[in-house]
């Protein structure tokens, strides 16, 4: 995710600036740049790739200035180029700002501001910001800046300077995080506390829809309205490792925890005020659409589960047949592939060898290839005729978390277009398929928010050496998942079955030392799935079921239950595997096991 720097003080900005940015360089990006203001001008820098490049570049021509902005940016809208890295500028050079978030209307705000005159040079959403703030300055940056984030829709953290105010930094947020670390005589505004703990532990904390006006020995917050508020202060305990963790125990805790935000973030934007599902990255009319005659979804690890769920989804809403193969498999077998499929490549790190070969081999069969990845920029994306991204932001645990689920949304969202398209779900039920689907994050956060059974569920199966997961329907691809995470991070063997399918080989394994995981959750064969949770039982198994509150019926077929709001069946994955991801997390922390960096795995796997 990018990073935000901002510094006031007396201190030369430009160390501060980048000793901050190199506390934020855990959270990945692939450029970076800073702007600094002095003796009445400002001197910006911008470097693609690490903080080395950007440094480097600062060491051989020094900048002078008290007053500056860094960014590190984990690109979304546009590649990684110095062009597009942030500051951004306005017409006139004097304003320079930084930008997290995704502002949704950009498209809108450039055509307006180009109709202006307005020249804006880059790809990005964020420069449309420089040009908006531009247009409504009388005099007052901070005033500008208040009006002009008005306009935003979308998620922002800003830091803005402007040459008129050598003394001041602007800071404005809304669904991205933005603070400002207090010093003695400085200040410091910074998208996350590691940023800042160097040079002090007592923060403000700034919120949503509020403003800041920042110099060396103040910091003055208003609201939306212009009011001036009481700013909001902490002090931090943390030291720097805890704090890059954001005070949780690891980077895979942290990610479980960032998925309300990152499905948030995959599905901002995508529904637009007439009801179109919004997905010009497809770059296919609606006729394209209906001429498919196939999909083909190809993908590995966890990305292949993602493939599964979406299989449910695209079958059951767009009525296209959909097969899914690992890629390992897909790239050898001769797959029937021609014009009128469509291969969707689902692949977090966009580097994944054997999916690339997988895109490769479709294209050259005159398949048409559109990539789901959480990386701009990386490979698939420039092999593909097409692609959507998730903005889970980057995943550091090399156990798949975040990136799941917003693959999820972003693939239910593939699936209501093409039905959308292919018109075979009424306006009225797409209408209330996505209006659930944008509650799935505040299920998540129930879901997280209420996680103690879990941790105690964990206790009891720490010795375990074998599991068994099941489910049917969506709690198929679940219950792999959930062995999946089990076995990467616990070491404990864990497999995953078609609960109907267990009675044909896997039920010769129960004993009671085995625990089997069921996904029980509301849905078409939920009596199906209590069957097959009595025949392990039958057989000496411990049972521990997600479900659905206010089941009190399953109560008395498992010894744990792992509860989850009401969902619809379609939707119910996402919730259903969250408990999953908990369950494999604290049996394999109390196992001792290191959850970040599993042995034997790595995060992309270039190799074949
Ligand atoms: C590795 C990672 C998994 C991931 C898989 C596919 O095995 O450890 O977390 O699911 O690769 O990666 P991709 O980047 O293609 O989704």
Not at 46 to 65: H, M, S, Y
Not at 170 to 185: F, H, N, Q, Y
Not at 313 to 324: F, T
Request: hydrophobic residues 45%.
């Amino acid at each position: 995710m990018c990073g935000i720097v901002g510094y006031v003080g007396p201190k030369p900005a430009c160390d501060v600036l980048l000793g901050g940015l190199t506390r934020l360089e855990y959270r990945g990006y692939d450029s970076a740049g800073v702007a600094v203001l002095s003796d009445g001008d400002m001197t910006l820098v911008r470097r693609v790739g690490k903080l080395a490049n950007l440094k480097a570049a600062i060491t051989e021509a020094p900048i002078a200035g008290r007053v500056g902005i860094g960014h590190t940016r984990w690109a979304t809208h546009g590649a990684p180029t110095e062009a597009n890295a942030h500051p951004h500028r306005d017409c006139s050079g004097r304003i320079a700002l930084v930008h997290n978030g995704i502002i949704e209307n950009f498209a809108e705000i450039k055509a307006e501001l180009a109709a202006a005159g307005h020249v804006l040079r880059s790809e990005t959403d964020t420069e449309v910001v420089a040009h908006l703030v531009e247009a409504l300055y009388d005099g007052d940056i901070l005033e500008a800046v208040r009006k002009a984030v008005q306009r935003l829709v979308g998620s922002y953290a800003l830091a803005v300077v402007h040459l008129d105010h050598p003394d001041l930094v602007v800071a404005a947020r809304k669904d991205s995080p933005l603070i400002i670390g207090l010093g003695e005589g400085e200040n410091i505004v910074a998208s996350d506390i590691p940023a800042v703990l160097e040079h002090t532990r007592e923060v403000l904390v700034l919120h949503d829809g509020q403003v800041a006006a920042v110099t060396a020995d103040s910091v003055r917050v208003y609201d939306a309205s212009g009011q001036q508020v009481e700013p909001d202060l902490m002090h931090v305990e943390w030291d720097l490792d805890a704090a890059e963790k954001g005070g949780f125990e690891d980077f895979m805790l942290k990610e479980i925890h960032e998925q309300p935000k990152a499905i948030r973030e995959t599905l901002r934007g995508r529904m637009d005020e007439s009801g179109r599902i919004q997905m010009s990255e497809l770059d296919m009319s609606d006729d394209d659409l209906l001429c498919l005659d196939r999909v083909f979804i190809v993908a590995c690890g966890t990305s292949y589960h993602a493939g599964l769920v979406a299989k449910q989804l695209i079958e059951q809403w767009a009525r296209i047949p959909v097969e899914v193969d690992v890629s390992s498999e897909f790239r050898y077998r001769d797959p029937i592939v021609d014009r009128n499929t469509l291969v969707v490549a689902i692949t977090q790190s966009g580097e994944t060898a054997d999916t690339l070969a997988g895109v490769r081999e479709a294209r050259e069969r005159g398949a048409r290839v559109f990539a789901v990845t959480n990386v701009v920029g990386s490979r698939v994306t420039r092999e593909s005729d097409g692609v959507i991204y998730t903005h889970a932001g980057p995943e550091i645990g090399v156990a798949a978390t975040k990136t799941f689920t917003a693959q999820i949304a972003a693939l239910s969202t593939l699936a209501l277009k093409l039905a959308q398209a292919r018109s075979t779900l009424p306006p009225e039920r797409i209408a209330a398929l996505w209006s659930e689907l944008v509650t799935v994050p505040d299920i998540v956060e129930a879901i997280l928010a209420d996680a103690q059974e879990i941790e105690a569920c964990a206790r009891e199966y720490t010795d375990a050496a074998s599991s068994l997961f099941l489910g049917r329907g969506m709690g198929v691809p679940v219950a792999m998942e959930g062995a999946l995470k089990l076995k990467e991070i616990s070491y404990i063997h864990a497999e995953a079955y078609p609960a109907g399918e267990m009675k044909h080989g896997p039920i010769a394994l129960i004993t009671p030392q085995m625990p089997v995981v069921v996904v029980a959750t509301q849905g078409h064969t939920y009596e199906k799935v209590v069957s097959n949770i009595q025949e392990v039982r039958a057989r000496g198994a411990r049972v521990i079921a997600v479900a659905t509150h206010g089941d009190e019926g399953i109560r008395s077929h498992a010894e744990h239950v792992l509860w989850i709001p009401q969902v619809s069946e379609a939707l119910s994955a996402i919730p259903a595997v969250v408990p999953l991801q908990l369950l494999a997390y604290h049996i394999a922390k109390m196992r001792g096991c290191n959850v970040d960096q599993p042995r034997n795995l790595a995060k992309s796997v270039t190799v074949e």
